[in-house]
């Protein structure tokens, strides 16, 4: 387990269980995102281990951009945004699961309200949802 994004999801987000279901699903989108913890933008700019865009990043923080790569920082505003999706999610009564955030995460809030998401997203909540099970499978096996 990443060990701060741990503490910050506890810190940040009351039960333990749910800060526990948050880790899991922040970091399967980890995984997914950028497996090979990858310095280097991405093709549309992205930076760091949730691949944010500057959009993204800049909704929950005045941090410079740079700063997506460490991973402290992007423990950070992954956690924001985790919590963001998901008060859109419950807001608009579409249960916060992690196929769900992840849904959102890859598509963006309104697509998924919206339902015009495209096929390429659910695959994306698909590969996140079965890592996120690995994880909790895991967790559950160790003493």
Same mark, same amino acid.
């Given at each position: 387990m990443h060990r701060?994004?741990?503490?910050? =999801? @506890? +810190?940040?987000?009351?039960?333990? =269980? @749910? +800060?526990?279901e948050r880790w899991e699903t922040l970091q399967a989108i980890n995984w997914v995102e950028n497996p090979h913890n990858s310095l280097k933008a991405g093709p549309c700019g992205e930076l760091g281990p949730y691949q944010f865009r500057s959009s993204t990043w800049f909704m929950h923080t005045k941090k410079p951009f740079a700063l997506a790569v460490q991973r402290e920082h992007a423990d950070?505003?992954?956690i924001r945004h985790y919590e963001w999706i998901k008060r859109g999610l419950e807001r608009n009564r579409i249960a916060a699961t992690p196929y769900n955030i992840a849904l959102t995460w890859n598509a963006g809030l309104?697509?998924?309200?919206?339902?015009?998401?495209?096929?390429?997203?659910?695959?994306y909540a698909a590969q996140v949802n079965n890592l996120v099970a690995h994880l909790k499978g895991q967790l559950a096996s160790s003493p």
């Open positions: 701060f994004l741990l503490l910050a =999801a @506890l +810190a940040l987000g009351g039960g333990s =269980a @749910l +800060a526990s950070d505003v992954a309104d697509r998924v309200i919206n339902d015009r998401v495209p096929a390429s997203a659910y695959q």
